[in-house]
């Protein structure tokens, strides 16, 4: 029994000062260091691809109408990727503390 508790105060003696240097960042500061990281992610990449195959078809297509379809189109997707990213990061940050 004795050692099981000497056990259990060694460990936790050892685990707080590692926990002591977490610092809990504003739901903002979170945030913007979340949207700056999707640029590595998958969704980033495949966000890419679909906008390289809306600038290719821009490229080759001669009727106006055809291309400002493809604009609202590339706008949109723009702005969903935006929308999913600001969803995601106000996801995981909403347990930070609020802003001053």
Partial sequence: MKTKFALFFLLNMFAF???AQ???T???ECTKRCIVSDAESPR???FKEKLRKI???KKIEQDDDKLQKLLKEEEQE???????VQK???AICKGNPADN
Avoid at 78 to 84: A, V
């Fill in 26 to 28: 504003t739901k903002q």
């Fill in 17 to 19: 000062p590692a926990t």
């Fill in 88 to 90: 995601i990061c106000t």
């Fill in 55 to 57: 600038h290719e078809k």
């Fill in 44 to 46: 980033k990449t495949a």
């Fill in 22 to 24: 977490w610092k809990a």
């Fill in 78 to 84: 723009i702005e969903n990727h935006k929308d999913n």
